[in-house]
């Protein structure tokens, strides 16, 4: 709990003068409680009793300035200190999104999609109910039960020791009940992040569940999560609202107490009905101050559980750690020294040496699961080398800010990205729209014929993940972005796999044009987009086999000439 507020504290002391305004209300509401069950008295002993007319006329209007204290006070105290959680849960949420963005990919592999968003909002939300509600409301309940717990004793010390023994008793099930909770409330975030990524997961692969008539699969699946969500969230009900029922059956023995003692001392004069009742009254208004901090005891450990796995987050550093250097020079060269990469403990790369120059372009071909992708991927950063180096310009790779390194280098990959906005905002993403470069980009990744029979030309809307472009059109898109960003490197890792040979013709034609004064590398099965490189790298099982032109590998390697044939 320290903790927790330990961490909170820095973004709460942003607030100072919202938290003094709630605390006034607080304060409010508490003496208006108390003043509320002290003015019971002078209504029995001076109105009723001792007919007092004077009292007759102010009393109403104290009754109504208590209990529009206790409303007032109420309302700016919750308007404040939802202020406070609101504009805390929006910073989390952007630092927390800050801080994943700066996670390597082995982590956004590691992590499924339902699970991050689960942190991102449920987790976030949690935490928000810890501050703006259940703290304060902590203090005021305290500080309500403080004004009672001294009325009561002041109108009697004897009956208070009665009525207020029970209260240590009932600490202890209140502990052990927030405990279960805290560990019930983990469990049920988790189910919850298991729905949120089974749910991503449906929509995500709708096309082959329905081609697979995989939807009762995929029901039945979600519906037992959804069953096991169920039986937590009931059995999370049937503990948290125990506090309510066992707090009920200690105060009504206690009053029950109150009542004969305190009944007999009426009866002996020891006590006015006034007395009496203005006990019995603090006596009821403190159970509920009580019943409710025992329930916030319980609600809070769920805001420390989600607590937990947000600063967890927040506390990570990224593996990967940036460079501090600009790379602003030209690229020359790039290679690959001894480099050996490892998936956890599937060895990806071994032994990998390479260099290439500025001005030429080389091709990696191979079996499936040779490593080329990876070796790319080594380049971008997106992984690091488990030994060996990469470097540019002979400096290696680490020292540059990934900023800079990439802002050189396009790639394009089987797996196209697209965004749910503009053709011209996908293809100049990560920069601003030059309207004259986008549809240069497009017509040298031949697709711009075909944008300009839409109506909306270039500012055409894209649907999600390109779904109203068929899968040859998405990948001129990848191409013209890539394109479009004039790269020093760029990356063809099986880019052209979905065009038609036609297209791939005029394609090559293209690259072939912009070649001269970059580094391109070809990832490809086809060995007419193989031919534009230079040099030829083959891979088989995480290691360069052989290199060398299309005729000296054929000539040398054995396996590449089984590779070529099997094509
Ligand atoms: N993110 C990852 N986590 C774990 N293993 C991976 C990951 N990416 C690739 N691998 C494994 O590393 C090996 C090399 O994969 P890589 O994608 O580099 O091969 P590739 O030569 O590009 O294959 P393809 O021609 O099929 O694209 C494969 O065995 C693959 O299963």
Partial sequence: MKQFFARLLPYIKDYKLYFFYAVIGTLLVS?????????????????FLAKDIKMLQILPFLVVLAYFSKGFGTYIQIYYMNYIGQDIVKRLKNILLDKMLTFEMEFFNRYRNGELISRITGDIAAVQGAVSNYFIEGIREG??????????????????????VVMPLALYPIVLIARKMRKTSKKLQEKNADLSSKLIEIFNNMELIKVSSG?????????????????????SVRISELTSPLMETLGAIAVSAVIFVGGYKVINGELTTGEFFSFTAALFLLYTPFKRISS???????????????????????????????????????SF????????????????????????SIAFVGNSGGGKSSLV?????????????????GESIRHFTQESLRSKVAIVTQRIFIFNDSIARNIAYGSEIDEERVKLALQ??????????????IYTELDEFGANLSGGQRQRIAIARALYKNPEILILDEATSALDNKTEEEFREVLGRLLENRIVIIIAHRFSTVSLASKIYFFSHGKILASGTQAELLEKCAPFREYYKSI
Avoid: C, W
Avoid at 147 to 164: D, K, M, N, R, T
Avoid at 326 to 332: H, N, V
Avoid at 384 to 392: F, I, K, Q
Avoid at 445 to 457: C, H, S, V
């Fill in 215 to 235: 939807e009762k699969i995929e029901h039945e699946s979600f519906a037992s999560h959804n069953q096991e969500l169920f039986k937590l969230a009931m059995k």
């Fill in 296 to 334: 916030l005891y319980s609600k809070i450990q769920i805001a420390f559980a989600a607590g937990d796995r947000i600063f967890e987050m927040l506390d990570r550093n990224p593996k990967i750690q940036d460079g501090e250097k600009e790379l602003k020079e030209p690229i020359e060269a790039i």
């Fill in 444 to 457: 040298q990744a031949r697709i711009f014929d075909y944008i300009q029979t839409l109506p909306k030309g």
């Fill in 377 to 393: 991927n080594l380049l971008l950063r997106l992984y690091e080398v488990n030994s060996g180096e990469v470097l540019v310009n």
């Fill in 143 to 164: 500080l309500t039960i403080f004004g009672l717990v001294l009325l009561v004793i002041y109108q009697s010390p004897e009956l208070a020791f009665y009525g207020l």
């Fill in 337 to 360: 020294k001894n480099v050996d990469l490892y998936y956890g403990e599937k060895q990806a790369l071994s032994g990998i040496n390479l260099e290439v120059k500025r001005g030429e």
């Fill in 31 to 47: 003496i208006a409680t108390t003043a509320s069950a002290y003015l019971v008295k002078p209504v029995l002993d001076d109105i």
